[in-house]
């Protein structure tokens, strides 16, 4: 391309759900109650495990640390959807741009550790119950936690680093609802080759490992269960696992299907519908799906409303 008839970009539009016209105020209105949503469940879930000392355990600061991290992922993105939705104007400037999505990477990511910390505990308290006290302290807690903080942190800000210093020219016009890396891409003039590869590689990497040690620690605690004598055994000890496997499975499946392809297989309709999952509708479901099949939480709610 011509450099002469290169511009450089100071701000991005945001063009999300523009393309429904009349709708958006119900779309308005239904993500707002979904972000409602998002904030109560996840707040009296940490609430909850904060004051009742029944709860502080490693699973449970997990769970709490997961709620903060969903209440964190999905304030990243969806008020400013709500504001875009309401307004004419829909541009976001460029130092927003990368802002927004070094942080939507960075705590998103963070999700798919924790999870894979939920899973490990889980494999400790089966696995090996007499060494849980020594391999799921307070310290190893810490420990595991923010080193996954660093981890996260330094692949989004590498990720961002590389985007924002790609050359930007022609049209501004973002076709989602949050600057996500595989529509930005399309607006670049640069050689997208390394880039392309890296983002391919590294989304592999930072999800897969995670993912890999899931499934690994569910091969032991299957194996565990199996040799398990009775059926109530069997039935009582996978039920502790059971609501993680689903936030498992729905946050996985949203999640790759996005970011795990080359960019230039994304369809902008399927991206927002997959995109809207992972960063709205299951931030909403976890406290309800942990709460509602764990009975130390409703009892830990019941308590809190009885006083």
């Given at each position: 391309m011509d450099k002469g008839n290169q511009t450089t970009l100071?701000?991005?539009i945001l063009l999300g759900f523009s393309d429904l016209g009349e709708h958006q105020k119900f779309l308005f209105v239904l993500f707002l109650m979904m972000y409602i949503l998002t904030l109560f469940g996840n707040i009296i879930i940490v609430t909850l495990i904060v004051k009742d000392s029944c709860l502080h355990t490693p699973m449970y600061y997990l769970l709490?640390?997961?709620?903060?991290?969903?209440?964190?992922?999905?304030?990243t993105t969806i008020p400013n959807l709500l504001?875009?939705?309401?307004?004419?104007?829909?541009?976001?400037?460029?130092?927003?741009?990368?802002?927004q999505m070094f942080?939507?990477?960075?705590?998103?990511?963070?999700?798919?550790?924790?999870?894979?910390?939920?899973?490990?505990d889980r494999y400790v308290a089966i696995c090996r119950p007499l060494h849980y006290t020594m391999m799921?302290?307070?310290?190893?807690?810490?420990f595991l936690v923010s080193g996954s903080w660093v981890i996260v942190c330094l692949h989004s800000l590498h990720y961002t680093v590389r985007t924002s210093r790609l050359t930007y020219c022609g049209s501004n016009k973002i076709y989602h609802f949050y600057c996500e890396i595989?529509?930005?891409l399309k607006l670049s003039c640069s050689d997208l080759t390394i880039i392309t590869l890296i983002v391919m590689v590294e989304a592999g990497f930072i999800l897969g490992v995670p993912f890999l040690c899931i499934v690994i620690s569910y091969v032991h605690i299957?194996?565990?269960i199996i040799k398990m004598p009775t059926a109530i055994a069997k039935r009582k000890t996978f039920s502790t696992c059971s609501s993680h496997i689903a936030v498992v499975t729905?946050?996985?499946?949203?999640?790759?299907?996005?970011?795990?392809?080359?960019p230039s297989s994304t369809s902008v309709l399927s991206d927002r519908f997959l995109s809207l999952m992972y960063l709205a509708v299951t931030p909403m479901l976890n406290p309800f799906i942990y709460s509602l099949r764990n009975k130390d939480v409703i009892g830990a709610l019941r308590k809190a409303l009885g006083r």
């Open positions: 100071t701000e991005f709490s640390c997961l709620s903060v991290v969903d209440i964190g992922f999905t304030s504001i875009n939705l309401l307004l004419e104007g829909k541009t976001i400037s460029f130092m927003g741009c990368f802002t942080f939507a990477h960075s705590i998103g990511n963070m999700d798919s550790f924790l999870l894979a910390l939920m899973a490990y799921m302290n307070i310290k190893m807690l810490l595989a529509p930005l299957l194996n565990t729905l946050f996985y499946w949203s999640t790759v299907s996005v970011f795990v392809r080359p």
